[in-house]
């Protein structure tokens, strides 16, 4: 029987690495999955508009479904998009997790019991390897959100670059900022069609973070 999949997409490189590896291992990718914050009308943590989202899938080709949700219908909201995604045929779910664990479990626990297959192409590599990989790759990718306490304020908004993991391993960081340190917007890449004309804008501060905002040229 044909599989099909969605995947589990925030707009960032780990999401993407993901599609990259998936797409390249021959899977069929029919769908991005969304959930955004309903209030912010942006991807939680990283800051990204939904809009810049939507505008990354249509560079991919990939059709978004996209959620709102709010911290308390988070897990319901969830579950409604599994349900939905059998009704479409969906018979799996591509994540990017890297090595946390309970995160995995989390969305794995839920995945299955819904009766969609689970599927982790960057499970347990190296975040140092994984994060090279995608510059290899070709992806383009800035930094959107960092974690004060740990990441450096020059960082954001600032471009991925080899140099700069260098400075994630300096400072001691997990080189694919798994543990929240900081996030991404990839831009460009091999599986886009276009590159997105995209600019950084104003700054904003939240207890434990900064953000800086993303628009579209």
């Not at 709102?68 to 779910?93: C, H, K, N």
């Not at 700069?164 to 069609?193: K, M, W």
Request: aromatic share 8%.
């Amino acid at each position: 029987m044909a599989q099909h999949y969605a995947l589990s997409f925030s707009g960032g490189k780990d999401s993407m690495l993901a599609l990259d590896r998936a797409v390249r291992s021959g899977l069929h990718v029919e769908y991005l999955l969304t959930l955004f914050d309903e209030d912010s009308q942006r991807v939680r943590f990283h800051g990204v508009p939904i809009a810049l989202i939507q505008a990354q899938a249509d560079a991919l080709g990939i059709p978004l479904l996209r959620y709102p949700t709010r911290p308390e219908t988070f897990e319901p909201v969830f579950l409604q998009s599994l349900a939905d995604l059998r009704q479409r045929g969906v018979t799996g779910i591509i994540f990017g997790n890297i090595h946390l664990a309970d995160v995995r479990a989390w969305y794995e626990e839920r995945t299955t019991a819904a009766g969609l297959s689970h599927i982790e192409p960057l499970w347990g590599d190296a975040p140092a390897d994984l994060v090279r990989e995608c510059l290899a790759r070709g992806y383009e990718a800035t930094l959107t959100c960092i974690e004060l306490e740990r990441a450096k304020p020059a960082w954001l908004g600032a471009t991925l670059t080899e140099q700069l993991v260098q400075d994630f391993e300096r400072s001691g960081i997990d080189p694919c900022g798994e543990r929240g340190e900081y996030h991404t917007f990839v831009s460009n890449g091999p599986l886009f069609a276009h590159p997105l004309a995209t600019r950084t804008g104003a700054i904003m501060t939240m207890p434990g973070f900064q953000l800086i905002d993303m628009l579209l040229e």
